[in-house]
């Protein structure tokens, strides 16, 4: 289950160091990344980054960048800097801010020497639905048109892939064949739905051709009758084989 291991990705959504290494230690060998957001960056610093990656994890760097395209440009050497695998910053900045994003992840990893991190650009957040679009931000439209128009906009400035509503899967994939979509909203069928209102199962997520899933909760606190974390990642893990495989027949 290598392959669908490293599709995982785990929000270390904590508010101490000692929470989100005891995480990396349980789950590293199960999982492909882990995610550090704002929570765990304001609770204990930037320098968590480093800490997990020393421990020989992959680090998703969820900042949601979203500033003046010079300020992002900063924003994101700066996370190169740190050798972060990916980070992300928000479509709704603009070309302009998302191309900044690409150029200093390019440029300074080059000057670096070391693999650039990938960069990807939120579209709309999986607890905005519908009603909240159109009422509370006075965007037109359908969610899914949203989405594939940030997404369209993320191309052109040359950020590598998404992050989106696993609902919105196939129509970025029919638009934009060879973006990546990292895909938050997701539960496996035994999860409580909690705070995200677009959500399909691991396996229903990657069968639509998510190319990484965003998991918390279910693997991090799972119930009891499924076990440890760990547990937790390998039930997940085998479900998203098991759909690959039946896409593949």
Do not use: C
Not at 35 to 58: H, Q, T, Y
């Amino acid at each position: 289950m290598a392959l669908e291991k490293e599709k995982i990705i785990i929000p270390l959504d904590v508010p101490t160091e000692k929470e989100a290494l005891d995480l990396v230690s349980q789950l590293k060998e199960h999982v492909g990344l882990f995610k550090v957001g704002l929570e765990l960056i304001s609770s204990v610093g930037i320098d968590i980054v480093r800490k997990i990656s020393k421990m020989g994890a992959n680090v998703f760097l969820d900042g949601k960048f979203h500033d003046i395209p010079n300020t992002v440009e900063g924003a994101s050497r700066g996370v190169t800097r740190l050798g972060v695998k990916m980070f992300n910053v928000h479509a709704m900045g603009g070309l302009k801010m998302m191309e900044a994003a690409a150029k200093a992840a390019r440029e300074e990893s080059h000057s670096l020497g070391r693999n650039r991190p990938l960069v990807l650009g939120v579209t709309v957040l999986t607890s905005i639905d519908q009603k909240t679009m159109n009422e509370d931000l006075r965007v037109e439209g359908i969610v899914e048109s949203q989405v594939v128009h940030l997404a369209r906009l993320a191309e052109k400035a040359g950020l590598d892939g998404v992050v989106a509503s696993p609902k919105e899967i196939t129509a970025i994939h029919e638009a934009m064949p060879n973006m990546l979509i990292i895909t938050p909203g997701v539960r496996p069928a035994w999860a409580e739905l909690q705070d995200q209102k677009r959500v399909l199962t691991p396996g229903e997520a990657v069968s639509r051709g998510a190319s990484y899933i965003v998991i918390g909760r279910p693997i991090t606190k799972p119930p009891p009758q499924i076990g440890t974390p760990a547990e937790a990642a390998k039930r997940i893990a085998e479900e998203m084989r098991v759909a690959l495989a039946t896409g593949r027949e």
